[in-house]
């Protein structure tokens, strides 16, 4: 039976990878995002899949779309909980708390709304994935990014912690650690701290590429590929792990 497969934010960017990497699998895919004409490129490109705007921070909006998953499979099998956002870059005596507020809210309320929505099914079906987005700036300090940091750190405490929980019903839950992934994003970002560092955005990506070993960025279909292979039965046995796709991070910016 082909997998059910579940992505937020899953029309653009890295989930819009997770999310074609899977079909090209041949699951079957629903996926929600905050972005409308995201949501209508991917429902045009993908018509025999559920696509929804929904903006993962607000319970109404994915009761909404988690309803209109249940009621298409009544059950999941991988759930890709991959929402963020970069939020504000700068000092953290310059930071607005309404952005520090908003960046926590979509990288972490949204993982836990559709976590705790998909434990349900999966503890009666004995068996599921989750994989939780996080970044390698969940695995360093990252000046300037405070509140993107703290994010994707508490995504790694949740991902421990649900792996605990939902391990005696059979269900996995792993995060993903991406590391300077190519797309529209990370150009936002890089434009950002070139503008507090004082730097060119050639510089600042210079910058990303040397804190790497192998000296590169990150595709996103490269991220999809090793989700593809966590959803599958030969990771039977690998939960609550934090597995990077990053060329190795040695550190951030300092």
Known sequence: MAQRVVVTAGASGIGL????RFLADGAEVAVCDVDPEAVSRFATAHPG???IVADVTSATQMATFLA???ARWNGVDVVCANAGTGGPVGPIETLDYADWQRCLSVNLDGAFLICRWAAGPMRVQRGGVILITSSTAGLFGYPMRSPYAAAKWGLIGLTK???MELGPSGVRVNALCPGSVEGPRMDWVVANEATQRGLSAEEVRATHVA???MKTWVEPSEIADTAVFLASPAASKISGQVLSVDGHTEGLFQ
Do not use: D, P
């Open 211 to 213: 804190n790497t070993s």
């Open 17 to 20: 990878a997770l999310a074609e």
């Open 68 to 70: 209109a998953v249940e």
């Open 161 to 163: 912690t649900l792996a």
């Open 49 to 51: 899949c559920l696509a």
